[in-house]
């Protein structure tokens, strides 16, 4: 009886598509791009403050920002004051998340709306943050209150324009179809005009969260006794400069943390779309 030889094949390689690697290098030379610009900008000052280029007493070591983090980190005080800071950016860009999405949505989806208020709301969103201070200090006082109606009013007002802009250049076609397979107005809004107007939304958000975070900082620094901006104008007062380095750095951190965030957010929420859309 003749053996009968069983071949046994090995299993196919699944071929990785092209596009996906072409991201993946690209993704890699975008992060390599990325460091020689801080990397030149840390040798400097660290040229500048050792040969004292600059004073020391402006202008401290790198090292000595580093203990001054360090410390602040093992006594606690960072992160007491960079929790009120958080509190405070989660609250006002709540606000002006819920009145951004409302206000722009009702622009976009009625020209009537638009035309009754959009003149005044240009008019409100050209003032800045600062503009405001005085006047809100007046009737507010102080408080917490300023500091959320603030951070509310700078994250409102990209948010609103984004969204009311999203949902205006929705392509007619779109809308030709949906009124052609006689979609109700519910569906019209939710399976037609908000995933058109998914990424200029988006953006409007990321628009609104850096926008938060910087007016937190600018009122801390001008009325406030805690938080990210008080550390910089109290190592200003003290005149030590490497707290107000340290904070510097901190806020920098946060904020581009957040931006981050939000940007694999938005790869996770809108991945359907295709490249390109």
Known sequence: MAAESLAIEAPAKVPVPSVAIGGYKRHIVDVLLAWPVPLALLG??????????????????????????????????????????????????????????????????????????????????????????????????????????????????????????????????????????????????SRVIFPAAAAPVWNGIRYGLTHAWLALVVVELLASSEGLGYMIVYGRQLFQLDMVIAAVIVVGIIGFTLDQLLARAERLVLRWRKPGF
């Open 44 to 189: 400097i000052w660290y040229l500048a403050s050792h040969f004292e280029w600059i004073p020391p007493q402006v202008l401290p070591t790198p090292e000595a920002v580093g203990h001054t983090l360090a410390d602040l980190h093992a006594s606690g005080e960072l992160w007491d004051n960079l929790r009120i800071s958080a509190l405070r950016v989660a609250g006002g860009f709540a606000i002006g998340l819920a009145a951004g999405l409302t206000l722009g949505t009702a622009m976009g989806l009625s020209p009537r709306f638009k035309d009754y208020v959009y003149p005044t709301f240009k008019a409100f969103s050209q003032v800045p943050v600062l503009g405001w201070l005085p006047l809100l200090m007046l009737l507010v006082g102080i408080d917490e209150a300023l500091k959320i109606i603030l951070i509310a009013k700078a994250a409102l007002v990209p948010i609103a324009i984004n969204t009311y802009k999203g949902i205006g250049n929705v392509p007619t076609s779109y809308l030709e179809v949906a009124r052609v397979l006689r979609l109700s107005r519910w569906h019209t809004l």
